[in-house]
């Protein structure tokens, strides 16, 4: 991993300030700045790198920036509920926005009671098989 990554770059910052505009249908404040995380699972020693972050919905979103080309995000409502999006990085800083969005998105719904993407097989049998059709 380089020492020093380069900073989000405008065009990335546009990136995702659209990707955020497309999603809430508003312009979202986007910060940048500075964070350690573990980035070699076998060593425990914190490596500095540049994030982007945006609060929405009463939930924070940060994406590291790993590398060149190389992103990862995650959400959180606070220290205890933190969750990311089941990849480990992207190559594609758009992938990585879009992809926390819909998990977040997801999520937000799942709290809510709404099961999205289900069949009526995938629901528990109430012996209801909808109408009859003559």
Known sequence: M???IADFS???LKLISQALFERYGRMVPVQTGE??????PDNDALDACPVACWEERGANFVV???GETRFRA???YNEATQYGTGKDSFDNLGDCVVTVLQVQADH???MKGIR?????L???DDGYDGPLVI
């Open 108 to 110: 937000e719904q799942q």
């Open 35 to 40: 964070a350690e995380i573990q980035l070699n």
């Open 116 to 120: 999205s993407g289900m069949t009526r």
């Open 10 to 12: 405008d065009s990335e």
């Open 74 to 76: 995650q959400f959180f």
């Open 64 to 66: 590291f920036k790993l």
């Open 2 to 4: 380089p020492d020093n």
């Open 122 to 124: 995938d629901i528990a």
